[in-house]
């Protein structure tokens, strides 16, 4: 199973372009599931039937797995599965009939006004380290961001006199998001110091270690749990929060959906639509502005 699982991640990543990241969500399920296999001495994946998929998943499910990992557990192994089927590896896709795990609408958090204000005056920027947090908290609120966006912005990719910054996205779709006064200011006082984090490699991320190095996701998710016991935010909150509370503060404030939408660089809109139901105070105020009997 473990070559099967390599010829196939080689082969979305090579012949269908899919990207490093899906690549390692796919490679991480299907890892998963050849853990269980292995225990129910299933060597051979022409030897897997829909019920022991099914097991499978309601397995993890019982382990307290979310719908949305569920389903896409049960993608990676659909995706798997046609890849075998396609290069004769077997004779039948056992999971053409299988239905996918219910997904269930999920509100994502958000943090208020208030305490993204209290987040983005935690670093301490009398230090060169402070003004690149101070930065990189503001440009993630800022801009939407992904973290994995984040973490590859180039030099070149930020335009300080326009005001814009090109970042790519999911699928390597570029999008242009303009930035504000705060986050170009933070940008500038933390790049003239930038060139204090430099050794011996030039590197042209943006945000780089104490090490030289550019940060990575996990990087990120530490930076950001640390400030927020600093600003003393009690509730737990990650990286991505920050891109919630970005779509949600927009709609707040009258943006409309589709422009949302494209700033986030979702390719359907449906995506974007969550954020309607996470401000509660909106849908009121446009209920009660075109309801005749509000």
Not at 93 to 120: C, Y
Not at 153 to 166: A, T, V, W, Y
Request: net charge positive.
């Amino acid at each position: 199973m473990k070559e099967l699982i390599e010829e196939f991640l080689d082969y979305i990543t090579v012949e269908k372009g899919l990207s490093d990241n899906t690549r390692e969500a796919y490679g991480s399920d299907l890892e998963k599931f050849s853990g269980y296999l292995n225990q129910q001495n299933v060597k051979d994946p022409s030897l897997v039937t829909r019920d022991i998929i099914t097991d499978y998943l309601m397995g993890e499910k019982e382990k307290g797995i979310g719908a949305n990992s569920l389903s896409r557990n049960l993608v990676s192994i659909r995706m798997f599965y046609r890849f075998l089927l396609a290069n004769s590896y077997i004779s039948e896709d056992v999971t053409s009939a299988l239905d996918s795990p219910r997904l269930w609408k999920i509100l994502p958090s958000v943090l208020s006004v208030e305490e993204v204000e209290q987040l983005l005056k935690s670093p301490n920027t009398r230090t060169p380290y402070g003004l690149r947090d101070k930065a990189l908290i503001e440009l993630m609120y800022a801009a939407g961001l992904r973290v994995s966006e984040l973490v590859n912005i180039r030099s070149s990719d930020i335009n300080m006199d326009m005001g814009f910054l090109k970042c790519v996205g999911k699928g390597s779709k570029e999008r242009i998001v303009p930035l504000g006064k705060p986050a170009i200011m933070a940008l500038r006082n933390y790049l003239n110091k930038r060139c204090l984090f430099m050794k011996d490699l030039l590197v042209d991320n943006v945000f780089i270690t104490r090490r030289g190095k550019p940060f990575t996701r996990q990087g990120v998710w530490k930076l950001i749990n640390y400030y927020r016991r600093a600003a003393g935010i009690k509730k737990e909150f990650s990286p991505h929060t920050l891109r919630h509370s970005f779509a949600t503060h927009l709609l707040s404030n009258g943006a409309d959906l589709r422009v949302v939408q494209e700033l986030l660089g979702h390719s359907d809109i449906a995506t974007t639509q969550i954020y309607t139901h996470v401000d509660r105070n909106r849908l009121k105020s446009i209920h009660k502005q075109f309801h005749p009997r509000a």
